[in-house]
């Protein structure tokens, strides 16, 4: 059974930084992407950015474009979202996501995916 376990989630003054975790267990064969996403009050859930695990490749949001960066740590399966210049429109509970099929593609769509059960961030002004 494969399980994704966010932490890192903090609250934090607008400008500042965090780094979520991610980490993934209970496959034998690793997953080609690996997503994150987030979610605030009353709004849907939206992808924040994804990884290529072979390649390193990353790709993200135009909202988080050059303050995010998604990285990974293949040794202790364990992935993070570094974020940067945090204002309060980053605000939400973000989610960590494999696609049930180990691919790429449709990833950032949400649908058919293993989520965690997600980390609270809070920034304020």
């Known amino acids: 059974q494969v399980q994704l376990v966010e932490s890192g989630g903090s609250s934090v003054q607008a400008g500042g930084s965090l780094r979520l975790s991610c980490g993934v267990s209970g496959y034998i064969t690793a997953p080609r992407c690996l997503g994150w996403f987030r979610q605030a009050p009353e709004k849907e859930r939206e992808w924040v950015g994804n990884?290529?695990?072979?390649?390193?490749?990353?790709e993200y949001a135009d909202s988080v474009k050059g303050r995010f960066t998604i990285s990974q740590e293949n040794a202790k399966n364990t992935f993070y979202l570094q974020m940067n210049s945090l204002n309060p429109e980053d605000s939400g509970m973000y989610y960590c996501a494999i696609k049930r099929d180990w691919q790429c593609v449709g990833l950032r769509t949400g649908k058919n995916n293993y989520w965690g059960q997600g980390t609270q961030v809070t920034v304020s002004s």
């Open positions: 990884i290529v695990l072979s390649s390193g490749h990353t």
